[in-house]
T-cell receptor, first 115, second 112 residues
Framework: EPEVTQTPSHQVTQMGQEVILRCVPI?????FYWYRQILGQKVEFLVS????????KSEIFDDQFSVERPDGSNFTLKIRSTKLEDSAMYFC?????????????FGPGTRLTVT | KQEVTQIPAALSVPEGENLVLNCSFT??????LQWFRQDPGKGLTSLLL?????REQTSGRLNASLDKSSGRSTLYIAASQPGDSATYLC???????????FGDGTTLTVKP
């Protein structure tokens, strides 16, 4: 069964460093998302991406964040200058759209630890 | 702004019991609602998706219902098993950009 994959599974970085989290969505999906979950808190929407542009973003997704689909298979989230509060599990998701239905499939997540 | 609430926050039951998890949302203009399972430290596994025009959806021992007008969904788990122990998340999709709003989840423990 097709699945969303993410690399790395765990990333440790120092405050102020740039990180790139990578995702390979399901191959025929057209809509891509990043969510994050701070330990013990809700899963929060960051950004959605379709047709090579951002469809919607949350207040969390400020100028420190960017997304890119550099080729036909990868979808990346870049954090330019990490802060301690960026420590969280980051989930990538992808979906088709059938009518008004988006069934989202999530990857296993990347645990980001900022020290 | 959509708010999603799940009750109870935690539930512990003996094996074999039937149980109901609840999800409520404030904005009834939704596209669909998805129930997910999350094991500790892991990703989200989609269990069921209910379209806004549907009243319920079934998969095996799981049945999800949706009452859009009252802003509620329930997840019914029949004949619970220890392997059902996990956190169950409700997510409501209510924008045409595919943004989902999640509840806090219900952490289920099924005791053998």
């Amino acid at each position: 069964e097709p699945e969303v994959t993410q690399t790395p599974s765990h990333q440790v970085t120092q405050m102020g460093q740039e990180v790139i989290l990578r995702c390979v969505p399901i191959s025929n999906h057209l809509y891509f998302y990043w969510y994050r979950q701070i330990l013990g808190q809700k899963v929060e929407f960051l950004v959605s991406f379709y047709n090579n542009e951002i469809s919607e973003k949350s207040e969390i997704f400020d100028d420190q964040f960017s997304v890119e689909r550099p080729d036909g298979s990868n979808f990346t989230l870049k954090i330019r200058s990490t802060k301690l509060e960026d420590s969280a599990m980051y989930f990538c998701a992808s979906s088709l759209r059938i009518g008004l239905i988006y069934e989202q499939y999530f990857g296993p997540g990347t645990r980001l630890t900022v020290t | 702004k959509q708010e999603v609430t799940q009750i109870p926050a935690a539930l512990s039951v003996p094996e074999g019991e039937n149980l109901v998890l609840n999800c409520s949302f404030t904005d009834s203009a939704i596209y669909n609602l998805q129930w997910f399972r999350q094991d500790p430290g892991k990703g989200l596994t989609s269990l069921l998706l209910i379209q806004s025009s549907q009243r319920e959806q079934t998969s095996g021992r799981l049945n999800a219902s949706l009452d859009k007008s009252s802003g509620r969904s329930t997840l019914y788990i029949a004949a619970s098993q220890p392997g059902d122990s996990a956190t169950y998340l409700c997510a409501v999709l209510n924008t045409n950009a595919g943004k989902s709003t999640f509840g806090d989840g219900t952490t289920l423990t099924v005791k053998p």
